[in-house]
């Protein structure tokens, strides 16, 4: 499966281990009666995230950081693994329709047509995965889109250490997990000068951004939050909740003062029961959660 849903893998047994890729390294999870966390830095260099252009740099130190990590898997039951990659890596939105085909055929067209204009690489060959979300009156279609070379080239060096990367996922649709359900709420995600914005109305993903800034100052996220918050009331029927921050680091009591002013929302730090998410483990603390391994 390639950047699947993360709600079909409930009804299967997790796999052995989790892996979230970023630029700064690897972070991993082993899943069993208990869970175990590690991290493997990675050189300035060896990653350069993107959605237009090879992301794996230097395809050896990557390799070399897979293969530490994955040595820890020998001995255990079953290869399978869950690939979490950047969010910078693909392009995901939210399409909607007034009404969804049922064929799998159809809907895989009615998407690629509906982005063949918005996504600056060929549609036809990229990589696709698709969540429809059902409404009262419309289906709001979430859709993740990246060239398929991207993903087979994250994915190489894990196949090499013997594992199969079952599921591939992104970071900010795995962190979503750790947001609880209610209301019209932002969740807004740093990585590095990445940031993602995921707008839910309840439990239907209605809006995801995601884009380079010039700067991680808060002034430059700002700029970007105002007019997604106006975006959102004037088009999602009413002023956010609540605003949730992952990846901010030691910035996150700042951040959450100023945009407490700036934006008049309540607003706080996404949480974990395992620890805090940051900027390269919010999706893997996330996925952790919605298989009931952080409860």
């Not at 939050?225 to 921050?245: C, I, Q, W």
Request: glycine share 8%; net charge negative.
């Amino acid at each position: 499966m390639l950047l699947d849903n993360l709600k079909s893998i409930l009804l299967d047994p997790p796999p052995g281990m989790v892996f979230e890729v970023s630029e700064a390294g690897i972070a991993a999870a082993r899943i069993g009666h208990r869970t175990e966390l590690d991290f493997q830095a990675l050189p300035p260099g060896v990653l350069a995230v993107s959605p237009l252009k090879e992301n794996v740099l230097d395809e050896k130190a990557f390799a070399s950081a897979v293969k530490a990590l994955a040595a820890t898997h020998s001995g255990r039951k079953g290869k399978d693994a869950a690939l979490i990659l950047p969010d910078f890596s693909t392009r995901t939105t939210v399409l909607d329709f007034d009404s969804f085909p049922t064929e799998a055929e159809e809907q895989l067209a009615l998407v690629r047509f509906r982005l063949k204009r918005s996504v600056p690489f060929d549609v036809e060959t990229a990589a696709v995965s698709y969540w429809p979300q059902t409404g009262p009156k419309r289906v709001d279609v979430v859709v993740v889109m990246t060239p398929l070379e991207i993903v087979a080239r994250f994915e190489a060096p894990f196949r090499a250490a013997g594992l199969n990367p079952g599921l591939v996922t992104t970071s900010s649709l795995a962190a979503l997990e750790l947001a609880p359900e209610g209301g019209l709420t932002m969740v807004a995600k740093l990585t590095g000068r990445s940031l993602t914005l995921l707008v839910r109305n309840k439990s239907v993903l209605k809006l995801v951004r995601c884009l380079e800034l010039p700067t991680a100052e808060l002034e430059d996220i700002t700029a970007i939050l105002v007019p997604t918050f106006v975006y959102m009331e004037d088009n999602l029927g009413g002023r956010a909740e609540k605003l949730l921050l992952c990846g901010f680091g030691a910035r996150s009591d700042e951040a959450e003062r100023l945009f407490h002013e700036e934006l008049a929302v309540e607003v706080e730090q996404l949480r974990s029961p395992l620890g805090v998410p940051g900027e390269h483990n919010a999706g893997l603390l996330g996925y952790l959660r919605s298989v009931g391994r952080n409860n």
